[in-house]
């Protein structure tokens, strides 16, 4: 199949790789479908995470509706199973990583290929966090949107003078997303618009995600987390909670935190480049990290897994590192 990342990491001694998972966002109609018809362990996360999520994850992944899919409280679980598969097609080429990272729910997936916890594991969590966060939207309904061209810190100052909107995603320098009460959001869009704000765009979501006003789900979430038993992640997990590799005994407070906090992609990032990485792979539906990572840094090298045809694609890649 090629030259093999572990081959390449022994000899050059230097070249060092992330998987990064997608969150939500990221899901389609036909997420995972190849995988699974080639893969037979693909295969298997669908029907672990059928059981684990008590729904057919395979139907609505492979044949949706969009409308259903993109529900939250059966988006999370279907992403993280579509991803995890992904991950069982990558791993038929011998493919290790040196770091793992995910991007909101996406943490979860990078847990479980970290061995930290089952698949099943993180797909009955998700299924748990999806609606936990589905009913604190309902009971506090808010809004997101994602404003590009600010510099993070006048977001930020922005931020800090209207009353119940918060910073929620760093994405990429330049480009945050800010979650909160409907009104406020609005307002800080018209002051964006006024502090030259290149582009500002809400989102199609009906909560206010990683923000105080869903503090009800991480209330939900915080005995489902402490009641599973957390193995140290290897290879090791970068948060987008802390912008820290963390080990076991600090996950479920994290991913808590998680809930109410912000994305702080940007500054994982950042740490793990100055950890060595120098190659991302993005494991999943969708091409949305590895868009925001070139934007994050140029010089990074970006592979998209989300169906067998860009397995080739990655091992040209790695061949040519």
Aim: charged letters at 25%; hydrophobic letters at 45%.
């Amino acid at each position: 199949m090629g030259l093999r990342l572990h081959d390449l990491v022994e000899r050059q001694g230097k070249l060092k790789i992330a998987f990064c998972f997608p969150g939500q966002g990221s899901q389609d109609v036909g997420m995972g479908r190849g995988f699974a018809e080639k893969f037979p362990e693909a295969r298997a996360v669908f029907d672990e995470a059928s059981e684990a999520a008590g729904f057919d994850v395979a139907r609505l992944c492979f044949e949706g509706p969009i409308e259903e899919l993109t529900k939250t409280e059966v988006q999370q679980p279907a992403l993280v199973a579509a991803s995890l598969a992904c991950l069982r097609g990558v791993e038929s080429l011998g493919v290790k990583p040196d770091f793992v990272i995910g991007h909101s729910v996406g943490e979860y997936s990078a847990l479980a290929a970290a061995g930290s916890v089952s698949a099943r594991e993180a797909v009955a969590l998700v299924r748990e966090r999806g609606e936990a966060t589905a009913e604190a939207a309902r009971e506090h309904p808010g809004a997101m949107a994602a404003v590009l061209g600010l510099a993070d810190e006048v977001v930020e100052e922005l931020c800090s003078a209207i009353d119940n909107v918060w910073p929620a995603n760093y994405n990429c320098p330049g480009q945050i997303v800010v979650s909160g009460e409907e009104s406020a959001v609005d307002r800080l869009l018209e002051e964006a618009a006024a502090q030259g704000a290149r582009k500002m765009v809400k989102l199609r979501i009906s909560g206010a995600f990683h923000s105080p006003l869903v503090a009800r789900a991480a209330d939900r979430m915080r005995p489902a987390l402490e009641n599973v038993t957390w193995k140290d992640p290897f290879p090791p997990f970068m948060s987008t909670v802390t912008a820290r590799l963390e080990k076991a005994q600090r996950l479920p407070s994290i991913l808590v935190e998680q809930l109410t906090g912000p994305v702080r992609f940007t500054q994982a990032i950042r740490g793990l480049v100055q950890e060595g990485v120098g190659m991302f792979v993005e494991i999943g539906p969708g091409q949305v990290l590895s868009g925001i990572l070139r934007r994050c840094d140029r010089s990074l090298k970006t592979a998209s897994v989300g169906d067998p045809e860009s397995l080739r694609k990655l091992e040209e890649l790695l061949a040519a590192a």
